[in-house]
């Protein structure tokens, strides 16, 4: 994570556990940390110390709690809105509990400025059917699930490969290195499972982590992590139920030629869907949807390409709230990464104190989006007259900006504005190239 403004690559952060998660599947279970002395953040920039009693900076890739997970004694002075009790900050990522039948435990209380939510393992998938185009949305929690898939990048593998959907994803491998790997077990035991009598969740899950012994090469380690997330709460077309070639989630934005139709389950539960606090909409919020002008380049393959999305006549109650600082004191939304490793460099983007919408066309294409979908590109043709159709939508987005010293300063000044923000769209972008 690179700092202020591009001027450094030091990036401030610390977690109890964890510092920072540049990608992959992270799980913390059954943890307690105990403070025994204060901590102090200073500097002219600690406002962006990402510091967390747990976990500091969620940088790509997943967080996930499961069991009873405390904090004690923790006692912080000087921080800003990237301090909390549980995990500092998430940008390209989520940080969820999940809820596991016959297992103990509850959500963590984090804070206002991003709660941890709870998301309940069951039998119901979100069914992204690659061959027919369709992306079938049951219940309120897989929606929510197409979001923590979108903004953790998970969703991203080329598809050049017939075999097996590999490389680019800052989150589960990246070219020619790993960037994060996936844990697809409950790890009910402990051990390497070399022993005669491996633990049932060895043999059956854990075995075929991606940082195991199950793939023989790296190669083998590029192509086929399957993200926790997309495995467990996703369905699988195929009779290979782990590697990620039959669960088209992988490439689920990364096809810049495939336009989905999305439908939501009539009469579900979606009026409730503000019950996930964290939800941050489809897509990324990251800079990794900045200048995306059509349907090529990297900002395109985190954007949702939707041919059509039917509500079922449902309510949507949504509940995305995304705090940040001013533009000319933040250290991520308003520069572009050059580099996925540890190490950020940034390189500015030329906010320089100016208003964006002011600053004409060009400017304009560097805003993000936030919405129930954060950045889309369309097909537009004569076959969709409406594109987003038959639901009703309920509650709040906000993009919610302070300054140095904590103060609620959204639409009081000009380096405020980074994002368009629209319920239903943030941000549109014609992907047929189309008026």
């Not at 001027?7 to 556990?17: E, I, L, N, Q, R």
């Not at 083998?220 to 467990?232: C, F, G, M, V, W």
Request: charged share 20%; hydrophobic share 30%; aromatic share 12%.
């Amino acid at each position: 994570m690179y700092g202020y403004n591009g001027s450094t690559t030091d990036a401030k952060y610390y977690g109890g556990v964890i510092g920072e998660i540049m990608g992959g599947d992270n799980i913390i279970d059954d943890v307690t940390v105990t403070y025994t002395s204060s901590t102090t953040l200073s500097g002219t920039y600690k406002h962006i110390i990402a510091e967390g009693g747990i976990v500091g900076y969620v940088v790509n890739g997943a967080l996930i709690f499961r069991g009873s997970n405390t904090v004690t004694g923790r006692t912080v002075s000087g921080g800003g809105i990237y301090s909390n009790p549980i995990v500092g900050r998430v940008i390209n990522g989520y940080a969820v509990y999940e809820q596991i039948d016959g297992r103990e435990g509850t959500a963590p209380v984090n804070s206002d400025y991003y709660p941890i939510d709870t998301i309940v393992r069951n039998n119901t998938k979100l069914d992204v059917n690659y061959s027919a185009g369709t992306v079938k949305v049951p219940d309120a929690q897989s929606l929510y699930i197409m979001s923590l898939i979108t903004q953790s990048i998970a969703s991203t593998a080329n598809t050049s490969n017939n075999q097996d959907y590999d490389k680019y994803s800052p989150s589960y491998g990246y070219y020619n290195y790993i960037t994060g790997v996936a844990r697809l077990g409950d790890y009910t035991d402990v051990g390497c499972g070399t022993s005669a009598e491996k633990p049932a969740d060895y043999s059956s899950y854990a075995y075929r982590d991606s940082v195991n012994n199950f793939y023989s090469s790296k190669d083998d380690l590029l192509k086929s992590p399957t993200p926790y997330i997309i495995y467990r709460y996703t369905k699988v077309y195929g009779t290979d139920n782990w590697t990620s070639k039959n669960y088209p989630a992988r490439i689920m934005t990364s096809d810049n030629g495939k336009f989905w139709d999305i439908t939501l389950t009539e009469d579900s539960d979606f009026a409730s869907m503000n019950r996930f606090e964290a939800f941050r909409g489809i897509g990324s919020v990251g800079v990794l949807t900045k200048n995306v002008t059509d349907d090529s380049g990297n900002g395109a393959r985190v954007s949702m390409k939707v041919a059509t999305f039917d509500g079922g006549g449902n309510t949507i109650n949504l509940h995305i709230s995304l705090p940040r600082y001013e533009r000319n004191i933040e250290n991520y939304y308003h520069l572009q990464p050059t580099s996925i490793t540890q190490t950020y460099a940034g390189v500015d983007l030329g906010h320089g104190g100016s208003n964006y919408a002011q600053d004409g066309d060009n400017s304009i294409k560097k805003l993000m989006g936030l919405g129930l979908f954060d950045c889309v590109l369309v097909n537009k043709d004569s076959s969709h007259e409406y594109q987003f159709i038959d639901f009703t939508l309920k509650g709040k987005v906000e993009d919610k900006v302070y300054n140095s010293t904590g103060d609620d300063v959204t639409g009081k000044t000009d380096n405020g504005q980074l994002f368009c923000v629209g319920g239903v769209v943030g941000k549109r972008v014609n992907g047929n190239k189309e008026p």
